[in-house]
């Protein structure tokens, strides 16, 4: 969550395409919020987990760990709890929902909600 909210709530270049542009194959490379949509890792890596040839390293495996991101358009004026308050991708109303999930052998156990405001 941290790592997604340093990112810009609207591309810097420009580009309306909701979740990744061409050439955004991972985090490293998006320069927005909904690049994150739809990314996952299996198993979750950190820049710690990965050895001097940046592979995983063997002790870091956690094939049975997942986590994956969703980024959604929501409207401020309505409540979570009403069904109209996820929008379409394409219907930016100022405000983003992110959610990241972790899962442990295909159950989800943990995840976390962040919400993102364009500030433009």
Request: one cysteine or more.
């Amino acid at each position: 969550i941290a790592e997604i909210l340093q990112q810009a709530y609207r591309d810097p270049d420009g580009n309306a395409q909701f979740g990744p542009e061409s050439g955004e194959t991972d985090p490293t490379a998006f320069d927005d919020v909904d690049d994150y949509h739809n990314w996952a890792d299996q198993p979750p890596r950190t820049r710690v987990d990965l050895d001097n040839n940046g592979q995983l390293d063997a002790i870091a495996n956690r094939a049975e760990w997942s986590r994956r991101v969703l980024v959604q358009h929501v409207d401020p004026d309505v409540s979570p709890t009403d069904p109209d308050w996820v929008l379409s991708t394409s219907d930016d109303q100022g405000v983003k929902r992110i959610e990241v999930i972790v899962d442990y052998q295909d159950q989800t156990i943990a995840s976390q909600v962040a919400f993102c405001a364009d500030t433009d």
